[in-house]
């Protein structure tokens, strides 16, 4: 997909948040080798709805932020790294 | 693609319309009076679909004592007709529904008044539909979290009969689907899985099942550890009597603390719940509904 080094390239909280999935999930890559545009789901990292609710899970302990069931834009939220990442952000800062 | 395996279709043998003209009928002449139309249903699904015919005799072959013969895949097909007419009943919810009896229910209760939910994984051996009536019976709101991508049109028909079915029925897809199942067990309800089939590319933990390895879905067993909610074994059989026993029993391993080994939670978990399903098997050998290639050694 996507090798471009300027979408491929981690922000720091990007590189936090991947960490935190790494040891969570119990991942077998590195979270550098994460890339913040790459479907989690599916075909990309190859995550599941149990590992949707891991991450649900800790960005609420870790952050506080609240991720719903029923939110309407969930399949975005969960999309990647990077849309995780942003909504999470933006609604720490909500808060 | 993630669909899951078309191959369990085949047992869903038969049309829509086929199944809603035979659902007719049966409302027509009650539960007891169809069971006639049964036998001569059994004898052309026997004849009809040669794969789940193979399925059959392969699997008696593992739980029968002696060498199955055409009456016994016969006698296998029919307890699978019968269950079908049993849920039939069950999803009207009408009176004419077959009586249930439990055992187990201080398990299944108490856990329930701990407040934290429950998973009440099951299998494809005798009905889960008996198990939603107890819930019923007991105020508990009960839902099945299932694949629903390739939901075969007599399963639809059958369906049909019981308004509101979907609101029952957690679809398993979207990321969202386990902060829905995690929503549902926070509100004291229970959740029943059937885990004895594995999608295509789901992860799997193998154990041994009458004889040989089958890999069997590691969800329920990570969904239990990540929720931190007990998961119950349950099954509903049909007696000689045509009434159905329930049964609860708690899996009975204690869950590892976030960050221990799950692989070895997971297996542990795998080899109990296989072991259940054997005990099952043998003690209800025709009560068993995959019929398709369970083991992948036919050709």
Redesign the interface.
Known sequence: MNTNSSTAAQTPFEHEVAENLVQAL?LEVAAEDIAPDAP???EGLG????D???I??LVGRDYGVT?????PD??RI?GSLRSLCDYVQAHRAAA | M?RADTRWVVPEWGSRWVMALLLKIAQRVGRRRSAVLLWPISVYCLLAHRQARRASRAYLRRVLPRAPGTLDVLRHFHAFAQAILDRAFFLLGSGDMPEIRVKGQEVFLDTLAAGRGCLLLGAHIGSFEAMRAIGHAHGVRMRMLMYRDNLGGATAALEALAPGYAEAILP????????????ALAHGEAVGILGDRAART??TVSASLLGDPVDFPE?PF??AL??RTPLLLAQALRQDDGTYEVHFEALGLDMPDAGED?AAFTHAAAVRYAGWMDRTCRAHPFAWFNFYDYWKDLT
């Open positions: 119990q989690l789901f599916g995550l599941d709805s149990i949707a609710l891991e649900a899970l991720l719903k069931s029923d939110d969930n399949k969960f | 993630t398993i897809g979207p990321p969202e689907t386990m902060l829905r199942v995690a929503d789901g992860r969800g990570r969904l990540v929720t799950r």
